[in-house]
């Protein structure tokens, strides 16, 4: 199903991989890693400071259909397996690396993998720099200050907040009416600027405000995503499941996170909606694990917008499987899709009204020896040119109220609008129906 894969002329040659350490006195690595992209069509995945950012080009791959995972997971393979490779650091994200992000669904989006030209890394406190090319390792590119936008417009996007409502309604009368337990409606809006919009600046941006989350761009998608699908080091493998969430009505009205993780304690709801997900990356990863930890009850994840419901699923490989398997094998987890999942895929076909494209796909990295990091592409927006199209979802069950579900989405965007210096406007499109 879909087209085959698309790859530059680059790839067709052996790839000439070094990765050297970097002294603490370097520019690069001393300032925070989301400042020292060049202009350009960045890469990035930060965490609480550490990470990788790629810029330039030496091969790409473009894929679609069901047996994405698998193509790009063949394609990887073959092109590292001639690599000619001087690595002095050895950490998990040197040597050769690809980016990727992938279409949430089987049909017409394309997923992607960018192997970039230039790769500056840094972990526990080491820093690094890839070159992939036969030329020497080039100094650190000067990075101009990205420029914030100014007089960004929202405008609806599949539905209006009615609509949306509407199709959540919809939703509930399917669950209680028996044919799912539990569907994940997303909700997009629109941006439009009177320029075009440095990707730079939302990546800082996010960055510097969730450093909790996992922040990252690849292709015009970017986005600070606090869902962990898969962490492979070696034989070790987690994922970060998150799914029930309480927010504040307006960004700094004081209710502190205890309060808030009171509110989804006390939620059936949202212990019923989080008990879904988590077991859902359980019962994917069990299979591939010689052994499996799934703490009994959830943690709380405060985020500046929204505190969530968290279970870390942690295990041991009995396999060599790569991380980009694992997250194909996890994908789409009921966080992002529903369960059962085929009906709920379905069911989101129905009412949501659009093409997901890569929102709630599988983002992240992976290096040659298949160690890596791939998150879901959520709070995330895709950027082109002086548009953006932004996303959020809820979890959706019996007890949901619609109502409240375009509250949740609207606290959801609040991160991405607050880069586009859109803020404190609950109202029209954004916020909730009285």
Same mark, same amino acid.
Not at 13 to 37: K, S
Not at 50 to 71: N, S
């Given at each position: 199903?879909?087209?085959?894969?698309?790859?530059?002329?680059?790839?067709?040659?052996?790839?000439?991989?070094?990765?050297?350490?970097?002294?603490?006195?370097?520019?690069?690595?001393?300032?925070?890693?989301?400042?020292?992209?060049?202009?350009?069509?960045?890469?990035?995945?930060?965490?609480?400071?550490?990470?990788?950012?790629?810029?330039?080009?030496?091969?790409?791959?473009?894929?679609?259909?069901?047996?994405?995972?698998?193509?790009?997971v063949s394609w990887w393979r073959s092109l590292v397996a001639g690599a000619v490779v001087e690595d002095e650091v050895g950490l998990p994200g040197c040597g050769p690396v690809v980016f990727g992000s992938f279409a949430f669904a089987d049909g017409p989006t394309s997923s992607v993998l960018v192997v970039p030209r230039m790769l500056l890394g840094r972990r526990d406190g080491c820093s690094w720099l890839t070159?992939?090319?036969?030329?020497?390792?080039?100094?650190?590119?000067?990075?101009?200050?990205?420029?914030?936008?100014?007089?960004?417009?929202?405008?609806?996007?599949?539905?209006?907040?009615? *609509?949306?409502? !509407? $199709?959540?309604? #919809? @939703?509930?009368?399917?669950?209680?009416?028996? &044919?799912?337990?539990?569907?994940?409606? %997303?909700?997009?809006?629109?941006?439009?600027?009177?320029?075009?919009?440095?990707?730079?600046?939302?990546?800082?941006?996010?960055?510097?405000?969730?450093?909790?989350?996992?922040?990252?761009?690849?292709?015009?998608?970017?986005?600070?995503?606090?869902?962990?699908?898969?962490?492979?080091?070696?034989?070790?493998?987690?994922?970060?499941?998150?799914?029930?969430?309480?927010?504040?009505?307006?960004?700094?009205? *004081?209710?502190? !996170? $205890?309060?808030? #993780? @009171?509110?989804?304690?006390?939620?059936?709801? &949202?212990?019923?909606?989080?008990?879904? %997900?988590?077991?859902?990356?359980?019962?994917?990863?069990?299979?591939?694990?010689?052994?499996?930890?799934?703490?009994?009850?959830?943690?709380?994840?405060?985020?500046?917008?929204?505190?969530?419901?968290?279970?870390?699923?942690?295990?041991?490989?009995?396999?060599?499987?790569?991380?980009?398997?694992?997250?194909?094998?996890?994908?789409?987890?009921?966080?992002?899709?529903?369960?059962?999942?085929?009906?709920?895929?379905?069911?989101? $076909?129905?009412?949501?009204?659009?093409?997901?494209?890569?929102?709630?796909?599988?983002?992240?990295?992976?290096? %040659?020896?298949?160690?890596?990091?791939?998150?879901?592409?959520?709070?995330?927006?895709?950027?082109?040119?002086?548009?953006?199209?932004?996303?959020?979802?809820?979890?959706?069950?019996?007890?949901?109220?619609?109502?409240?579900?375009?509250?949740?989405?609207?606290?959801?965007?609040?991160?991405?609008?607050?880069?586009?210096?859109?803020?404190?406007?609950?109202?029209?499109?954004?916020?909730?129906?009285?």
């Open positions: 199903m879909g087209a085959g894969p698309v790859s530059t002329a680059a790839a067709s040659e052996p790839l000439v991989v070094r990765t050297v350490r970097l002294d603490e006195g370097t520019p690069g690595p001393a300032a925070a890693l989301a400042d020292a992209l060049p202009n350009g069509a960045p890469l990035a995945w930060i965490h609480s400071g550490d990470g990788l950012i790629g810029w330039g080009e030496a091969a790409r791959l473009t894929v679609r259909g069901h047996d994405r995972f698998r193509r790009a070159t992939v090319g036969s030329t020497p390792v080039e100094p650190m590119p000067a990075a101009a200050a990205p420029q914030p936008p100014s007089g960004v417009r929202i405008s609806d996007g599949a539905l209006s907040a009615l *609509g949306w409502r !509407d $199709a959540v309604g #919809a @939703a509930i009368r399917r669950i209680r009416a028996g &044919d799912l337990a539990k569907v994940v409606l %997303a909700r997009d809006l629109l941006a439009h600027a009177p320029a075009p919009i440095d990707v730079r600046h939302v990546l800082r941006e996010l960055a510097a405000g969730y450093p909790e989350c996992f922040t990252f761009t690849v292709d015009g998608l970017v986005g600070a995503t606090p869902e962990l699908l898969i962490r492979r080091f070696g034989e070790s493998v987690c994922s970060r499941v998150l799914a029930g969430t309480a927010w504040r009505e307006r960004p700094g009205d *004081g209710e502190a !996170d $205890a309060e808030l #993780a @009171a509110r989804l304690w006390d939620s059936s709801k &949202d212990r019923e909606e989080h008990a879904y %997900a988590a077991l859902s990356a359980a019962a994917a990863l069990e299979p591939y694990c010689s052994d499996l930890t799934v703490p009994q009850a959830p943690a709380v994840l405060a985020l500046p917008n929204v505190v969530h419901l968290a279970t870390e699923v942690t295990g041991t490989l009995r396999g060599a499987e790569c991380a980009l398997t694992l997250a194909g094998r996890l994908h789409p987890t009921a966080a992002v899709c529903g369960t059962p999942t085929p009906v709920a895929a379905r069911v989101i $076909a129905d009412l949501e009204g659009m093409d997901r494209g890569r929102y709630a796909g599988p983002v992240g990295w992976m290096d %040659a020896a298949g160690d890596g990091e791939w998150g879901i592409a959520l709070r995330c927006a895709r950027v082109e040119g002086d548009r953006l199209r932004l996303f959020a979802g809820c979890g959706i069950v019996a007890d949901s109220d619609p109502d409240t579900e375009l509250a949740e989405a609207d606290a959801k965007f609040r991160a991405i609008l607050q880069t586009l210096g859109v803020v404190d406007e609950p109202c029209l499109p954004v916020g909730r129906v009285s």
